[in-house]
């Protein structure tokens, strides 16, 4: 369910006035919103209000019930690059049929590393939503999992986040190989030493 009241006043404190004509006070409101809301926010128009706008100041006020759970089973272990990790996403609104989409992003060191939109399966309550761990996720990242409903009048965007710690073991890997290949060589000989890894790699080579 989704409510949006605006109240519109003058209220009357009793503050002591700062140097710059602005002051704090506290209000009681009583506002009646919809069985089984799941939160009431206020947004005031103005964080602080002075004497600018004393005459007319709006709150906003919204109730809503719909949420999103992020989970995954064995959440206890220790997660590891090159693994992929299957997230449970359970949505939870009135207006369920109403999503279309998950959206995801993955976010670490400051930087997105990884996004995607998943297409919500009809007539699922939750649905796996398949991350592959890469070496940019590593040691931690964090990942934010949203979608858009439509409800009366409105549109919601409704979200959740997890933290992932994951470890990577060699992220690396290094192949050598000698030509002529067999099982003595002579000295003087001249040997071909080859040497696989990824690019960007540091190698270093001690006779």
Not at 133 to 142: E, K, R, V, W
Not at 148 to 171: A, P, R
Not at 181 to 205: F, G, H, I, R
Request: aromatic letters at 12%; one cysteine or more.
């Amino acid at each position: 369910m989704h409510s949006q009241i605006f109240m519109y006043g003058l209220w009357t404190t009793n503050a002591k006035y700062r140097e710059d004509f602005t002051t704090t006070g506290a209000m009681q409101f009583e506002i009646k919103i919809y069985e089984g809301a799941e939160y009431v926010l206020v947004e005031p128009e103005n964080n602080v209000i002075s004497y600018k706008n004393l005459q007319d100041f709006k709150i906003n006020i919204k109730a809503s019930c719909s949420f999103l759970s992020v989970s995954w089973p064995d959440s206890y272990k220790t997660l590891f690059v090159g693994r992929t990790l299957s997230i449970t996403v359970t949505p939870e609104s009135p207006y369920v049929d109403n999503i279309t989409h998950y959206n995801y992003l993955v976010s670490s060191k400051g930087k997105v590393v990884h996004f995607g939109i998943e297409k919500k399966l009809p007539g699922l309550s939750s649905q796996l939503l398949n991350l592959p761990l890469s070496q940019h996720m590593a040691p931690t990242a964090c990942l934010l999992v949203y979608y858009f409903v439509t409800g009366i009048q409105t549109t919601d965007l409704v979200s959740d986040s997890v933290c992932l710690k994951s470890q990577e073991k060699c992220g690396n890997q290094l192949q050598i190989h000698l030509s002529p290949n067999k099982d003595a060589y002579s000295p003087d000989e001249d040997l071909s030493l080859t040497v696989e890894t990824q690019s960007e790699s540091w190698v270093v080579d001690v006779a």
